[in-house]
């Protein structure tokens, strides 16, 4: 197969206040500020395709939100204190701290092949503001009366790193890992879940704290309203192998990987220092987004929120949880053999072709199976065949009949009026649908304009136009030319938050900034006289060779 598309780092252009301002400042004519965050993987083996669809739909939420006007602030990392990495460790005979120092770098390089626009990558098991935000909130915990110790005795995955009660269980075993869990008893700490059972189910069901897609609020709120049992939050250091954060005033028990993990979101804004980062991006923001999978949507839905309501800091606003990828129905696991590495899909097939796969194939709330055969097709047809060929016929007709430069239009007709109706209301559809994070539905908004560009082209035939030669021909070429370059360039616009780096390609192109592109609303301004170059093939085909 031959690849399309190049991996590379992602543009800075969505997040200038980030990239450019050490000192954020107070004005309140600064726009609004927003946090988004994946969670962070463990990283007792490499990343599989799964880890890249929760990377890159968190990715377009942030860029959509920066194309909106916001500020964004754009976190993931690497989860490095849990036991399933002292086992894989122990499995290939070297220390956990040697296993994560390997592993993440392996992370680090999907984020950079799939442009994936990070502020930040945090690791807990190194950063400094992690390990003293974790501590501090744990002592916020513990003044507000909701530690206390006692011995227990539980099922425990630690494919899930999580006690399963038995009636969770299906057949014996762990519903996400499909093993039996094994049996522990030990002297725990406990935080008070319990205690803000009630308060959790008004912040459910007031949508202050809003779960994305219904159903899993369902599901939430479900679990809630069927009462809250306090839960372990602390490990022995002898079944933790000395790996993980020490518990403050206890140095025999260190912090169950989950509790200490949850704290990374505002750890890395740099809390405990008083940074403006924290104050700008979580105190103040308008939204505080997580990016989840479905399988630990009660960590971010149930429990990091009263560990907050117990700290005395404020919550998250939204919550985002996707489905998984398949494989035959089956959930992509490390622990079950069945992942697909994305660096593998990017080095055959190109970023692109990854992304769009990912973002507009695959659901963003439920379960989708994974097929290379389907990642093709959707990249020829709607890339290739569709964007490419677009963009290619339009600048070619530009640099041939109107030497590189956008004429100003003639009259306007009927094939025009229908190509602006469906600018807009693909424009709407785009931005109805990304206020629900359904980006899947965001660019079926997007391809509907690309094929009404690309029927508004057979339409008008601009050769027969310019074949003609006579006035009302040259009029009328003037209009289709002016016409086709503002349609190209909003698909352009549009697609910035999903495919950064062909969007300004097809930008560039045409001649605009990708900063300061018009919207919708002034979709022809500034276009007469707009220098165009012909586009080279900006998404050359996939080719599969034939079976013998």
């Known amino acids: 197969m031959s690849g399309a598309g190049g991996a590379g780092r992602a543009l800075p252009w969505w997040r200038p206040v980030v990239a450019h301002h050490p000192k954020l400042g107070t004005s309140t004519t600064m726009a609004a500020a927003s946090f988004i965050s994946t969670t962070i993987p463990y990283v007792n083996a490499r990343p599989h395709v799964g880890h890249a669809l929760e990377f890159v739909q968190s990715d377009a939420f942030a860029r959509y939100a920066a194309m909106a006007g916001r500020d964004v602030y754009f976190l993931s990392g690497s989860d490095e204190n849990s036991l399933k990495n002292v086992l894989a460790a122990d499995k290939e005979g070297i220390s956990a701290r040697e296993l994560v120092d390997r592993n993440v770098v392996f992370f680090e390089k999907m984020v950079g092949d799939l442009e994936i626009g990070l502020t930040r990558f945090i690791r807990t098991s190194v950063d400094a503001d992690h390990l003293e935000g974790?501590?501090?909130?744990?002592?916020?915990?513990?003044?507000?009366?909701?530690?206390?110790?006692?011995?227990?005795?539980g099922l425990y995955c630690v494919g899930c790193e999580q006690f399963y009660a038995p009636a969770e269980l299906v057949d014996g075993r762990c519903p996400e890992h499909l093993v039996e869990p094994e049996k522990i008893s030990e002297r725990n700490h406990f935080f008070r879940l319990s205690r803000y059972q009630d308060r959790l189910l008004e912040l459910l069901e007031s949508g202050e704290l809003r779960i994305v897609p219904e159903t899993r609020l369902n599901e939430v709120t479900s679990f809630v309203r069927a009462g809250l049992a306090d839960i372990s939050i602390s490990r022995s250091m002898e079944r933790a192998r000395g790996w993980g954060i020490r518990v403050p005033e206890d140095p025999e028990q260190v912090m169950y990987v989950w509790i200490d993990a949850l704290t990374n979101y505002i750890n890395a804004l740099g809390w405990t220092r008083g940074d403006e980062h924290y104050e700008r991006f979580w105190e103040n923001a308008e939204h505080r987004v997580h990016v989840v999978g479905k399988g630990v949507t009660r960590f971010h839905a149930v429990y990091w929120p009263a560990m907050l309501l117990s700290a005395g800091l404020p919550l998250p606003t939204e919550i985002v949880v996707h489905g998984y990828i398949t494989a035959s129905g089956q959930k992509l696991s490390k622990s079950l053999g069945n992942v697909v590495d994305p660096t593998d899909l990017i080095d055959r097939f190109g970023t692109d072709a990854v992304r769009y796969f990912l973002l507009a194939d695959v659901s963003p709330f439920g379960d989708a199976d994974?097929?290379?055969?389907?990642?093709?097709?959707?990249?020829?047809?709607?890339?290739?065949?569709?964007?490419?060929?677009?963009?290619?016929?339009?600048t070619s007709m530009i640099v041939r009949y109107r030497n590189g430069a956008v004429p100003a239009p003639g009259p306007v007709e009927g094939p025009e009026e229908e190509l602006v109706a469906q600018l807009l209301e693909s424009d709407r559809g785009l931005h109805a649908a990304m206020a629900g994070y359904d980006h899947r539905e965001a660019l079926a908004k997007v391809w509907d304009l690309v094929r009404r560009?690309?029927?508004?082209?057979?339409?008008?035939?601009?050769?027969?136009?310019?074949?003609?030669?006579?006035?009302?021909?040259?009029?009328a070429l003037d209009t289709t030319l002016h016409h086709l370059a503002g349609a190209v360039r909003q698909i352009g616009r549009l697609l910035q938050p999903f495919l950064p780096r062909p969007a300004a390609a097809v930008l560039e192109a045409l001649g605009s900034d990708p900063v300061k592109v018009p919207g919708a609303d002034r979709w022809l301004e500034d276009l007469?006289?707009?220098?165009?170059?012909?586009?080279?093939?900006?998404?050359?085909?996939?080719?599969?060779?034939?079976e013998d």
Do not use: C
């Open 134 to 153: 974790a501590a501090e909130i744990w002592r916020r915990i513990a003044a507000s009366g909701d530690l206390y110790t006692k011995d227990y005795e």
């Open 370 to 394: 994974f097929s290379e055969e389907r990642l093709v097709q959707r990249y020829n047809t709607d890339l290739a065949n569709g964007l490419g060929n677009l963009l290619s016929r339009v």
């Open 453 to 475: 560009t690309n029927a508004y082209v057979d339409e008008r035939a601009p050769w027969h136009l310019a074949k003609a030669g006579d006035d009302a021909s040259n009029a």
């Open 528 to 546: 007469t006289g707009t220098p165009v170059s012909k586009a080279g093939a900006l998404f050359p085909r996939i080719e599969v060779p034939a």
